[in-house]
């Protein structure tokens, strides 16, 4: 069985400061991991996805993410956080054969000015 | 590319009326889903179609919640009769072919609220 854990539902950051959402995941086979981010009253947007290729994977809006085995986790960073950042992000996972996302309770990324 | 569409964006009813949700993926995508996400939740998936066939329905609430996808294109989504527990967020997504790694392309979502 897959699953997803986010360490905090909300995080906050002051603009121009390091961004780091954390987000851990349980498979009994290799996963695919990838992050999500989703604008008040949106859809979400893919920001970017561990495919088993690079285990450091960068998305688009300057952020990226380090797939790491041992620590089964995929945390998403940024260098310097600007206020546009300010959303909610999801991480999600899904197993080779699979076809479904399992999701993230999600974590909510205040910027403050 | 034109994304996902999805209507209504808002919808209110009273317990036990029935509400139907349309939704118009990416052209070309040959995989529909249906998720529900509930306030403070991530989205759960609810309904899965390859083409106009279904490949997971699991999570899907059968006695209450049907959804089609007629000529493998358009969805609809029905809940019928609602309760107080379906509010939530019904959002739609397509990608190319359904594989594990295929992107999913998220319409904006519609917000019921069940009174």
């Known amino acids: 069985a897959q699953s997803v854990t986010q360490l905090g539902s909300h995080v906050s950051v002051s603009e121009g400061a390091l961004v780091l959402l954390r987000c851990n995941y349980s498979?009994?086979?290799?996963?695919?991991l990838f992050w999500y981010v989703q604008y008040p009253n949106q859809g979400l947007q893919l920001l970017l996805k561990?495919?088993?290729?690079?285990?450091l994977v960068k998305g688009i809006n300057g952020f990226e993410a380090e797939f790491k085995k041992s620590e089964t986790s995929f945390h998403l960073t940024k260098p310097s956080a600007h206020m546009s950042d300010a959303a909610e992000y999801f991480c999600a996972v899904s197993e080779t054969g699979a076809n479904n996302l399992f999701f993230g309770t999600g974590t909510r990324l205040t910027v403050i000015p | 590319e034109a994304g996902v569409a999805q209507s209504p964006r808002y919808k209110i009813i009273e317990k036990r009326q029935s509400v139907a949700f349309w939704c118009n993926p990416i052209s070309g995508h040959a995989t529909l889903y249906w998720y529900q996400q509930i306030l403070g939740q991530g989205p759960k998936l609810l309904i899965q179609?390859?083409?106009?066939?279904?490949?997971?329905d699991s999570q899907l609430p059968k006695d209450r919640f049907s959804a089609e996808r007629l000529k493998g294109v358009d969805s609809t989504l029905k809940i019928q009769p609602a309760k107080l527990e379906d509010s939530a967020v019904y959002l739609c997504a397509s990608s190319l072919q359904g594989a594990s790694t295929d992107t999913q392309y998220f319409g904006p979502g519609t917000r019921l609220t069940v009174l």
């Open positions: 179609f390859q083409n106009n066939g279904v490949v997971d």
């Open positions: 561990y495919t088993s290729a690079a285990t």
């Open positions: 498979s009994s086979v290799p996963p695919y």
